[in-house]
């Protein structure tokens, strides 16, 4: 039986933490155990992809424990953010990086080129990337100086679900994310304002405990350019926060939402 040490985020399992990435993990993980392996998984704490000290020598105990030669797969949202630990352990382990969506891809100008950094050393160091899309492939093809020959696409499937029913005018828009800088929210706000003429209303359902400055932005946002009469702007949340239609939808937010959309209600 062949042995994979399988590396994720704390609270993948967490239901008020719902997320496309923990549920690819999970089913990865079964995955796998149908085939044949033995999946050792280990769950490494902290605010990833923004781990303090702790959560970095909470990876690094995970990671030395780990036998010489052992196959580890890796979640980006970690891996990424850790080359001190990973690299130099890299030559004696096959290391596998995950990447759901490249951290190098949008991130903070600030902080743009210490992202793109660390996360190429990663990459760099691995004996393989995996990613969940072709555009995540090519992104990172981009981003990093990569050879090509490593880099896979393995991509999510779904699971069986009724046919969803839009609204009767089409104009009930549904974004469902984490509401953090690099899911891209501030953009999709700025092509919303300039629909000005059209009766559209857009849901964004998704966590607002990742990334509370950004949350609080996109509300200062949303009032400058008019839209608190014209957007539905809700959030899935572990308590409810300030702002023009900013709900506590829970970890059903999601689905709460969508009812909201097909039936056409506010």
């Known amino acids: 039986m062949?042995?994979?040490?399988?590396?994720?985020?704390?609270?993948i399992d967490d239901p008020s933490r719902p997320s496309g990435g923990n549920t690819y993990d999970r089913h990865l993980c079964r995955g796998l155990s149908s085939l044949?392996?033995?999946?050792?998984?280990?769950?490494?704490?902290?605010c990833w992809p923004r781990p303090?000290?702790?959560?970095?020598?909470?990876?690094?105990?995970?990671?030395?424990?780990?036998?010489?030669?052992?196959?580890?797969?890796l979640?980006?949202?970690?891996?990424?953010?850790?080359?001190?630990?990973?690299?130099?352990?890299?030559?004696?382990?096959?290391?596998?990086?995950?990447?759901?969506?490249?951290l190098g891809h949008r991130p903070?100008?600030?902080?743009a080129e210490e992202v793109r950094t660390r996360e190429?050393?990663?990459?760099?160091?691995?004996?393989?990337?995996?990613?969940t899309s072709a555009w995540s492939r090519e992104r990172l093809l981009e981003l990093y100086t990569l050879p090509a020959h490593r880099l896979y696409v393995a991509e999510?499937?779904?699971?069986?679900?009724?046919?969803?029913?839009?609204?009767?005018?089409?104009?009930?828009?549904?974004?469902?994310?984490?509401?953090?800088?690099?899911?891209?929210?501030?953009?999709?706000?700025?092509?919303?304002?300039?629909?000005?003429?059209?009766?559209?209303?857009?849901?964004?359902?998704?966590?607002?405990e990742r990334d509370p400055p950004f949350v609080a932005a996109l509300v200062r946002r949303a009032l400058d350019d008019g839209l608190r009469d014209r957007r539905g702007l809700r959030g899935t949340a572990g308590r409810s926060r300030s702002g023009p239609q900013l709900r506590?939808?829970?970890?059903?937010?999601?689905?709460?939402?969508?009812r909201d959309v097909r039936h056409g209600r506010r």
């Open 156 to 208: 999510p499937g779904v699971d069986a679900a009724d046919l969803a029913v839009g609204s009767p005018a089409g104009g009930a828009l549904l974004c469902v994310a984490a509401v953090t800088f690099d899911k891209g929210h501030d953009v999709l706000l700025d092509a919303l304002a300039e629909t000005s003429d059209l009766s559209w209303r857009c849901v964004f359902v998704g966590s607002l």
């Open 120 to 131: 190429g050393a990663v990459l760099s160091a691995a004996a393989a990337v995996v990613t």
């Open 52 to 73: 303090e000290a702790a959560s970095i020598a909470a990876l690094a105990d995970v990671v030395q424990r780990i036998p010489d030669d052992g196959v580890v797969l």
């Open 108 to 111: 903070a100008a600030d902080v």
């Open 75 to 102: 979640d980006g949202l970690v891996a990424s953010t850790a080359p001190e630990v990973l690299v130099p352990r890299a030559p004696r382990l096959s290391m596998v990086v995950l990447v759901h969506m490249p």
């Open 248 to 258: 506590d939808r829970g970890p059903r937010g999601a689905g709460l939402a969508y």
């Open 2 to 11: 062949t042995a994979v040490h399988v590396v994720v985020p704390d609270g």
């Open 36 to 46: 044949g392996w033995a999946v050792h998984e280990h769950t490494v704490p902290g």
